[in-house]
């Protein structure tokens, strides 16, 4: 009888041992975690990035621990990635307000844990390793490049009327969407071709709340009311939208202002969300800038697998992404142009949607 209490004990510390290990923060066997911490539940982009980042890291063999932080709620994403810090050994933050993180990351400074920001640069943190992203900048010069052909200011004679909007203050992306945007059409504002008739063209004047639809909408009706815009009122020719959730906010004020796809004004995106590649279809949203988030996931990963196995991730860019500890090494991945006549092979034969979840049979 001893001897099996002894023969017990000594299987289920065994066990002990085992569990342990298993629990441990690299998990005991090989496999390793990565902490995947993104702002918001509510924006389609950001279901697509944490699905992709999701499944490409599994399929690399890693354990995923993927939270979203409630409806970009600050404190959450703090909360979790706390955790993360405790439970992971990589973690990859697209982060809410690129200021807020600071304090926390201190600490997986401390514990050597590399910290990737994802497509929004994290600021004022020296725990921050590397970044993948868009060429912002890029992104914007697309949506100024576009109006300005669109509207033709090379050759007209006549002015145009147009109304700006951009994203989060808090979200460094806008600095460089503005800042491409801006570096075409900022000129014409000068030389009078652009007339801004609300008078708002800084960005701060301009920006938009947590990026909110809403938001969007009811500035773009408060500038229709203010300046009479409208089909039968004061000619409005273009809005420039930083993305698709912004445009959104602005395609429903001018449809509710009595504007239709035969008279639309001009209106610029990024994201190529569903509702936003529907308005294109329907003629009302011009543009969008198509950011493939299968490719960001991908280079992240890429770079994930780099750290784990001791060597160096690839990047493209060391100039351009200062976070106010220094530059952060960066691999920018590049954004194409779409509109109504680039959809279908872009985003169906790409396999990126199906032509049924953009509303076609
Ligand atoms: C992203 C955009 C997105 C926006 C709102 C930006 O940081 O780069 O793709 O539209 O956030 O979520």
New binding site residues.
Partial sequence: MKKVLVAMLIVMMAMGVAFAQGAGESGGTDVKTIGVSM??KS?Q??NQDGSNMKSQLEAAGYKVDLQYAGDNDIPTQVNQVENMILNDDVLVI?SIDGSSLTEVLKEAKKKNIPVIAY??LIMNSDAVSYYA??D?FK?GVIQGEFVRDALKLDTRTDSVNMEFFT??PD????VF?WGGAMSILEPYIKSGKINVLSGQTSRAQCSTPN?STEEAQKRMENLITSNKYGPNGTRLDAVLC?????AQGVTNALVGAGYTKDNFPVVTG??C?VTSVKNMLAGTQSMSVF?DTRTLAAKVVEMVDALMKGGTPEINDNKTYDNGTGIVPSYLCEPVYANKDNIIELLVDSGYYTRQQIGLK
């Fill in positions: 702002p918001t924006l982009r950001w697209a497509d929004r992203t868009f912002n992104v994203g989060a979200d460094n992306n806008c969407f990026w930083s993305n698709d959730s912004t990024q994201d969300d950011k």
